[in-house]
């Protein structure tokens, strides 16, 4: 069999038959009920064209009406043509009443224009799947569905959850829960774009749900629902780290920053350690360190013996004191109080001897309290030479 070509120009039916008839030229719309015993000879859906229409004329019948021809036909064109223009016929419940619910399978358009429902139930469904009826699935719909978010919790209508896009705005005051229809197998794209620190939830009235990190469109979660429950699509969250203040386990691991900076990028262990070594950079080790440049220490008081550092101070000091443990000299007296002077500075007061360098024998003496460490006086006698000895051993 050859079917014509549904494409054909010729074949196209882009209105209904009869679209210009008259009032008194077509019966609109064809009545349901049987109109055997109302209207003579009058068809209707119950019987067609009634048998007094099929009866000879000599027999007593009549013609069929040619309004009811136009009628028939404009409403059976009517549907052919939204149909074969793409329009699908939304939910009516006048014709749910009258077919006593939408088949199985049935497919209707949604409200707002943006995509279908088909009736999953698997059997007669009288409910309106614009106002969430049950038994109700989105079909290829498309389009995004922006709600803004504050304190309370909210629950998306019909229209709202057939989006396949969620976007949630706004700023936060609360923890929010965003209820979700609960059609078996739904899936939706869910942006988090709000502000405020808070946790955003999609969920449904009795089931548990998926908190939805706030990562904008750049990083959208992907949900379904299972019928009862709001789950991450094919991905699980089991062994995965939260955004939020996150408790990491085994080796976790990072990229090292340079030793330079100063962020709130995470530092590595390798990172610690070149910054600690930075910092002790120029400083000595405790255990047996080397020095460089011009080391300085706390200088000892002289006579110190201990494991204190000794600096060059203190021994050059300990050296002259070692230097000036003894000294040796003269003086000339005039018969007279004379000062003597030892040349260097004994590191304490020393024991000091004079001897008169002449036969004849002198008389003086060493001057009581004139000792100091850098020399004393004396009272001679007589005039002439005398040697004297300073020690300190």
Known sequence: MTFPNPNSTNLLITEPFGSGAGGEYITLPIPVPSQIGTTPNQASFTDGFPPSTMTPEASGGEPPFGQDFNGLLYMITGNVAALAAGAFPAYSAARSTAIGGYP???????????????????AANTTNPDSLGTGWLPLATTGRT??????????????????????FNGTLGANI??????WEGAQWVVANTTTGSFTLTVGTVAGTGVVVPATGFAAPTSVYCDGLNIQNTGVSTAGLAPLASPTFTGNPAAPTPLT????????????????IAAALNGYAVL?????????????????TNNATLATTAFVQSAIGSAAVAQKSGTFTCNNGQVSVAFGVTFPSIPR????????????????????????????????????WFATTA
């Open 260 to 275: 330079s900076s100063n962020s709130t990028s995470i530092a590595t262990t390798a990172f610690t350690k070149a910054a």
């Open 104 to 122: 199985a399978g049935a497919v209707l358009a949604n409200a707002s224009g943006n995509g279908y429902w088909i009736n999953a139930s698997g």
């Open 177 to 182: 829960t965003v209820i979700l229809p609960t």
């Open 146 to 167: 922006d709600i803004t978010l504050a304190s309370s919790n909210v629950t998306l209508t019909a229209a709202q959850g057939a989006a396949p896009v969620l976007n």
């Open 352 to 387: 000091v001897f004079v001897q008169w360098n002449y036969a004849s024998p002198d008389v003086g003496w060493i001057v009581p309290g004139s000792i100091t460490t850098t020399g004393f006086k004396y009272q001679s006698g007589n005039s002439g030479t005398c040697l």
């Open 287 to 303: 255990a047996s360190p080397t020095f460089t440049g011009n080391p300085t220490a706390p200088t000892q008081p002289g006579g």
